[in-house]
């Protein structure tokens, strides 16, 4: 007997091809499918493709992170503003530090206050944005640093955006670390069932301080993209890039119940996006219009992850 196909497992690659092909015929005209309006997709979803791989490392646990986009704005402003006092390397530690320790501070109070982390991470988000608004007076902060700008955002190998390029190592690191490792599988185990877990010998509450943790440091390099993109840094960076970013992880098939989820589903579904973004805005529609159709794209990929859930 032929063994039912069960398109859920694929539905973020039927809906990569059905926006693919459906904006290739709308668009034809507008030059949608061109390989430059296809690698400026690829660089706009970039800072969400990172911070998305660790949002699921916090979804796949049972976990989410709100205070991404503050994240993002500060390890950016702390990135611009070492750039003034040192080279490039350090600064980049120095962002992705702040980052780690955004991530840590979340990770710590979901696991030893044991506060669910959509309050935990909704507080520190507002905490979050009151620092980086306060960091530099809400001034931006150019960057001059063509070698940082180069390699962070603004720089092309050949025909391929360095933004893209980033997006790949993340993805394969995270990939690797999500799947290869027992710190992958535990956060999967402790998203699935966590008295399970915990009855295993699983330490739960280090497994979901490290989850955030890494959520905190992909919003860091997202910011650090984001800086090195637009040759500077503000505080409003990343602050609409929530909606996006947990949109991506769902769309991409990990579960929003947790103990299920794909790194490169994730990444795919972070582009799912960025089409869906770059097509209506080439169909003339306003922003507020996208914003309203990328949260209904929540509303259906929530609805079959929470399905599938009680399904099985």
């Known amino acids: 007997m032929a063994k039912k196909f069960d398109y859920k497992k694929y539905i973020v690659y039927i809906s990569f091809v059905i926006v693919l092909v459906v904006f290739s015929i709308l668009l034809r005209d507008k030059g949608f ?29 049972g976990l989410i992170d ?32 702040a980052g780690l320790a955004c991530g840590f501070f979340n990770g710590l109070i979901v696991a030893k206050v044991r506060i669910p982390a959509f309050l935990v991470t909704l507080g520190t988000s507002s905490v979050y944005a009151g620092i980086a608004r306060t960091i530099t007076n809400l001034e931006a902060v150019p960057i001059t ?29 995270g990939h690797i670390l999500y799947r290869k490792t027992p710190f992958g599988r535990a956060v999967l185990a402790v ?40 040759n500077g840094a503000r505080y409003t ?15 991409g098939g990990t579960s929003f119940s947790g103990g299920k989820g794909t790194i490169v589903g994730t ?5 799912v996006i960025g ?11 306003s922003v507020s219009e996208q914003m309203m159709a990328r949260g209904l794209i929540i509303i259906l990929a929530v609805s079959l992850s929470l399905r599938e859930k009680i399904e099985n």
């Open 237 to 251: 960076l990343g602050e609409n890039d929530n909606m996006s970013v947990i949109a991506a992880v769902v769309i």
């Open 145 to 173: 640093n063509a070698r940082f700008n180069f390699v962070f955002g603004a720089g092309d190998i050949g025909p391929i955006s360095t933004l893209f390029l980033w997006t790949i190592v993340i993805m394969i690191l």
């Open 191 to 230: 998203g699935g069932n966590e008295v399970a877990a915990r009855y295993s010998g699983i330490k739960v509450e280090k497994i979901k301080l490290w989850a955030m943790t890494i959520c905190g440091m992909t919003a860091a390099f997202a910011g650090i993209l984001y800086a090195g993109r637009l």
């Open 33 to 61: 499918l061109s390989y430059g309006n296809m690698m400026n997709i690829l660089r706009q979803t970039a800072m969400i493709s990172v911070a998305a791989v660790g949002m699921t490392f916090a979804i796949s646990a």
């Open 66 to 97: 709100l205070s991404t986009g503050a994240v993002v704005a500060i390890s950016a402003l702390v990135t611009a503003l070492a750039l003034r006092v040192t080279g490039w390397f350090p600064a980049v530690l120095a962002g992705m530090l």
């Open 267 to 271: 990444i795919i579904g972070s582009i």
């Open 275 to 285: 089409m869906l973004n770059n097509g209506l805005l080439l169909m003339g529609l």
